[in-house]
């Protein structure tokens, strides 16, 4: 379903460049969810975003057999969606959540879009009275529900998901991760989901890659995160990480 | 003044339409501007202005065009409120036509100055490059001359007459807009919400005008509204200078010009009409400040 093969992106001009992904190379199945894991600034939302035709890349991107050029056509975002990290930054301030899940049926020239928008928001369990409501009335759950609708209303195959519980309370973020994995054995989307947080990655996804200094380290399968099998130094010690702050263990990582 | 069954719905946390939605933001706005008694002066002053150019034939008590020689420079009085100029014309007449002058240009210059400059700045942020560099050096080259003085030069070269000088004034006008808009433009330039709205796979119009302009008109309505009262000096100063409107139809600005050489033995031929000027600009002042307290969230 998505296939990345050398994708490449760098930041800056000349006098100051900053390679964000360098070279990495992946293969999303069809309806798999596929995690990417790693620390901040490891590139890791960045390939989302050049997937999403947001950034700059070299490379090949292949979506459902298409190969993407530099500039996304119309069919693409009816088949590629994305939520974005931070509710309160995605939805239009100024504009009605009807607005914001009317735009993209509009854009798509979709027919029957009352009973679509309806639907949606059932989808994402928030009733009609949120359909007239501004963003600014909305809690950071809420937002992300509304955010998810607004992917997911032009039925696409394939959902990036940049952190996407990651702004959210750790109550909220259990919520919006069942409706997400619902979602997918619902619809049978596929997911390309990016994550510091491996307790979530194992949650919801079968594979992951971890992500170092723009590079893969390491595509392993998230049955291995409860044994402890990780290949590679650097995931082990994103694992041990992952399981809270604990003095001497934090000392005894090496700066791989 | 506002039924309860009206505002529940207007204050409703969940609107049911589109319509209810908006028209609970806007009284939510309202409220707030209510809350400004000064505001509420500047909006009062409008609306008496309105009412005076609109009914301007029923509230003067004689004709602002033609007056009778022998009534000449005669001082405020009951049967001339606020006297007569050296033609025998009736002040208070002339100035509550001249309102409609008045509203005429402000009104003028609001639509056209305004949305040149919104869409030139909008378009300069959004799009960058080459065109952003163009836009704002033309921008630029305007804002390099005074405005009074480029003005003056336009409506020179156009002539006189009251549209051109609403159109000179509307040329220097737009400058400072397109700043405004394209800075705005510029901080929500990188916002996700724009992202999102470019992953649905719409078109540059449609961002720029869905998306980016929402965003910038509100600091663009409280600079205009500031400006108001800028124009106001403006047009009666090019009427001042013989360059507006056509000499019978009565104009504040050139109204005080005719009274100049008079001004030490018959004060009130400029005084009244300047007095005019200085609260109508007062009021527009007014009521942008208390629009910035609504539209403005830096303000907050």
């Known amino acids: 379903m998505i296939e990345i093969e050398n994708l490449t992106v760098v930041f800056g001009d000349s006098d100051n460049r900053v390679t964000a992904v360098d070279g990495v190379s992946l293969k999303v199945a069809a309806g798999e969810s596929f995690g990417l894991v790693g620390e901040s600034g490891s590139g890791k939302s960045t390939i989302l975003r050049a997937v999403a035709g947001l950034a700059d890349s070299t490379g090949s991107i292949v979506i459902n057999g298409q190969k993407q050029g530099r500039k996304r056509d119309r069919n693409f975002y009816s088949q590629v969606q994305m939520v974005f990290q931070d509710p309160f930054g995605s939805l239009h301030p100024k504009h009605t959540i009807d607005r914001i899940l009317t735009e993209p049926l509009v854009v798509h020239d979709v027919p029957d879009r009352e009973a679509k928008v309806r639907a949606v928001l059932d989808q994402v369990q928030l009733g009609p009275s949120f359909r007239f409501r501004y963003p600014h009335q909305l809690s950071g759950g809420q937002r992300q529900r509304i955010a998810i609708a607004?992917?997911?209303?032009?039925?696409?195959?394939?959902?990036?998901?940049?952190?996407?519980?990651?702004?959210?309370?750790?109550?909220?973020?259990?919520?919006?991760?069942?409706?997400?994995?619902?979602?997918?054995?619902?619809?049978?989307?596929?997911?390309?989901?990016?994550?510091?947080?491996l307790g979530v990655v194992a949650h919801m996804c079968r594979r992951f890659a971890v992500m170092r200094q723009g590079k893969v380290v390491e595509v392993a399968d998230s049955r291995h995160l409860g044994t402890g099998t990780l290949e590679h130094a650097y995931s082990r010690q994103l694992l041990v990480a992952s399981k809270g702050y604990d003095r001497a263990v934090i000392d005894a990582f090496a700066d791989l | 003044?506002?039924?309860?069954?009206?505002?529940?719905?207007?204050?409703?946390?969940?609107?049911?339409?589109?319509?209810?939605?908006?028209?609970?933001?806007?009284?939510?706005?309202?409220?707030?501007?209510?809350?400004?008694?000064?505001?509420?002066?500047?909006?009062?002053?409008?609306?008496?202005?309105?009412?005076m150019a609109v009914f301007a034939s029923w509230i003067s008590p004689h004709d602002p065009l033609f007056g009778n020689l022998e009534d000449r420079l005669l001082p405020?009085?009951?049967?001339?409120?606020?006297?007569?100029?050296?033609?025998?014309?009736?002040?208070?007449?002339?100035?509550?036509?001249?309102?409609?002058?008045?509203?005429?240009?402000?009104?003028?210059?609001?639509?056209?100055?305004?949305?040149?400059?919104?869409?030139?700045?909008?378009?300069?942020?959004?799009?960058?490059g080459w065109v952003e560099t163009g836009l704002m050096r033309l921008t630029d080259a305007f804002l390099a001359f005074p405005k009074l003085i480029l003005a003056l030069a336009f409506a020179a070269a156009l002539g006189a007459g009251l549209e051109n000088a609403v159109l000179a004034i509307a040329l220097t006008a737009w400058p400072p807009y397109a700043r405004i808009a394209r800075a705005e433009t510029l901080t929500v330039r990188g916002s996700d919400y724009l992202a999102a709205a470019r992953m649905t796979g719409a078109g540059g119009w449609r961002i720029l005008f869905g998306h980016i302009m929402p965003m910038c008109i509100p600091s663009?309505?409280?600079?205009?509204?500031?400006?108001?009262?800028?124009?106001?000096?403006?047009?009666?100063?090019?009427?001042?200078?013989?360059?507006g409107v056509a000499?019978?139809?009565?104009?504040?600005?050139?109204?005080?010009?005719?009274?100049?050489?008079?001004?030490?033995?018959?004060?009130?031929?400029?005084?009244?009409?300047?007095?005019?000027?200085?609260?109508?600009?007062?009021?527009?002042?007014?009521?942008?400040?208390?629009?910035?307290?609504?539209?403005?969230?830096?303000?907050?």
């Not at chain 1, 973020?173 to 069942?178: C, D, I, P, R, Y």
């Not at chain 2, 209810?20 to 706005?29: D, V």
């Not at chain 2, 505001?39 to 009062?44: P, V, Y």
């Not at chain 2, 009262?229 to 090019?238: D, K, R, T, Y």
Request: charged letters at 15%; proline letters at 5%; hydrophobic letters at 50%.
């Open chain 2, 1 to 51: 003044m506002i039924s309860a069954s009206l505002r529940s719905w207007l204050l409703s946390d969940t609107p049911d339409s589109r319509f209810q939605a908006r028209a609970g933001r806007f009284y939510l706005g309202w409220l707030t501007f209510a809350k400004n008694p000064l505001a509420m002066l500047g909006l009062i002053i409008l609306v008496l202005l309105v009412v």
């Open chain 2, 247 to 300: 000499p019978p139809q009565p104009e504040w600005g050139s109204m005080v010009s005719e009274g100049r050489s008079q001004i030490l033995e018959q004060w009130w031929v400029c005084t009244y009409p300047g007095i005019a000027i200085c609260i109508v600009s007062l009021g527009f002042n007014l009521i942008g400040d208390g629009l910035r307290d609504v539209l403005d969230p830096r303000g907050k």
């Open chain 1, 150 to 197: 607004r992917a997911l209303i032009l039925r696409p195959k394939i959902i990036l998901l940049d952190e996407p519980t990651s702004a959210l309370d750790v109550s909220i973020q259990a919520e919006v991760l069942n409706l997400l994995d619902d979602i997918r054995n619902e619809l049978g989307v596929t997911y390309l989901m990016v994550s510091h947080d």
């Open chain 2, 76 to 128: 405020p009085s009951g049967k001339f409120w606020l006297g007569t100029d050296e033609n025998g014309r009736d002040i208070f007449s002339r100035i509550v036509f001249g309102a409609r002058t008045t509203l005429y240009i402000i009104g003028l210059v609001a639509v056209t100055a305004a949305p040149i400059g919104l869409l030139i700045g909008t378009t300069a942020g959004y799009v960058g």
């Open chain 2, 220 to 243: 663009l309505i409280v600079r205009v509204s500031l400006d108001m009262a800028g124009i106001i000096l403006i047009a009666a100063g090019l009427g001042f200078l013989g360059l």
